[in-house]
């Protein structure tokens, strides 16, 4: 099962991530921040709350948005750490 393991935040609706096969790099989620419950995170004070969710183990934010980490990690592609 793949989990986000690290988030850090790196700007304007931009993430790093780390997940659980390995993978990590920077995300745009600029273009899916649409909806009510994605909508307030265009407030940067509220896109910077961010966290890893212990129980869901992916990202969430305190107004209830998560993003299933299988999404994400699309959003990254073939991004691996160099071995």
């Known amino acids: 099962m ?3 393991c690290d ?3 790196r700007g304007a609706y931009r993430l790093w991530l780390r997940f659980s096969d390995g993978a990590e790099g920077e995300i ?3 273009q899916q921040l649409t ?3 994605f909508q307030p995170l265009r407030d940067p004070s509220a896109f910077a709350a961010v966290h890893v969710d212990p ?3 992916t990202i969430a934010w305190p107004n209830g948005a998560d993003f299933a980490p299988e999404f994400l990690r699309s959003l990254l592609g073939d991004n691996k750490p160099a071995s």
């Open 35 to 37: 909806g009510p419950i």
């Open 2 to 4: 793949l989990n986000v």
């Open 55 to 57: 129980e869901i183990r």
């Open 7 to 9: 988030v850090k935040v």
């Open 28 to 30: 745009d989620l600029g």
